[in-house]
């Protein structure tokens, strides 16, 4: 029997009856017969050829993966997988210890999201269409994706005792890739450390960096807590995890302010008043003019009595509270104006006669008018 596939003729040779010949076309094929011989009486002309058979081929469908990136731990990225064929289409990718199926998806491009925790390599492992019958396709490409582990970071510090503004010391533990960026807040205002450089014998793998830095806290009780940490990781940088808090208690500084203003006769006596805000008692240095003199142990309200020889500036120019904190404000100088006593030498000695007028002479210093008292 000769038959044609509508571009060449094929024989089938000693068949018999009900023969099923198996064919592969390539793409949609119509069959028919061409001529039948029977063997037993070779001269005789077949009565008639008739029937064909069409086969239509389907287009079987064809996968293609990509996406290769590098991430951040805790991260998601997509892998695109390109279809061709008649949808909707099946999908079955790994990653290499799982299987993952994507279901009835109607798009060619089709995304499918994934979170690995470490660097881990996917792909196609089969691809079915919509035609009837199923056809399997063809699939390739792989998508890599590289998993940078997130940095961590932990605040730490418990600090009492410090002067307002005074720099102190806390600290921050780090773990990833150096250097780090972190930022960090004091409940108003953010800061930022730059460049956190560790040694060179660092190891990023199992290593963990301590880096200490100075704050300057206001008054009463400061929380410091962490707002960021972003590590030096390609092609960008990873946020990570924070942790922790630091504390820091802070006192006021002192303040002082000194009265006394007046004026008085060279000689005498008179206080110098000290108003203290603060936690005394309180210690430092005050000025008399250039002389520089020393205060101790002293309360709110206390006096030191002065006794200056000429017009004098008194003003205080150190001041510690009883913690050792320095003083904020040493408040405004103090005059006291002092005045010379007066000084007089009567001269005059000579020889009169009674009745006669003689001179007395009156040498004298002071300011103004003097009066005598002549014995």
Known sequence: MIYNNGQENDTLKNIQDG?????????????????VTDL????????????????????PPSATMSGSTTIC?????????NLTGIGPWNVVYTDGSNNFDINNTNNPVTIASVSPTSDTDYEIISVTDNNTPVCSGTFSGTAEIKVNPKPTAEIFGNVNNVCQNDPTQIGVNLTGTAPWTVRYTDGTITYTLSNITPDASYDPATDT???LFDVNPVSGTTTYTLTEVLDSSTPIPCSGDISGTATVMAYDRPEVEITGDTTLCMGQTTPLSFNFDGDGPFSG??????????????????????????????????????????????GGPVSINVNQLPTSEISGADTTCYGEQTNLIFDQTGVGSLNHNLY
């Not at 023969?19 to 001529?35: Q, R």
């Not at 037993?40 to 287009?59: Q, R, W, Y």
């Not at 709110?300 to 205080?316: F, K, Q």
């Open 19 to 35: 023969h099923i010949e198996t064919v592969s076309p390539t793409n949609s094929t119509n069959y028919f017969l061409v001529d």
């Open 40 to 59: 037993a009486n070779p001269n005789c002309n077949p009565s008639g050829l008739t029937g064909s058979a069409f086969v239509n081929v389907n287009t």
């Open 73 to 81: 731990e805790g991260e998601n990225t997509n892998l695109i997988i």
């Open 209 to 211: 960096y301590n880096h």
């Open 285 to 330: 240095n005050y000025t008399a003019n250039e002389d520089t003199l020393e205060f101790n142990n002293l309360h709110d309200g206390a006096e030191i009595n002065v006794t200056p020889e000429a017009n004098t500036i008194y003003r205080v120019v150190e001041l510690f509270d009883t913690r050792g904190c320095p003083g904020l404000n040493l």
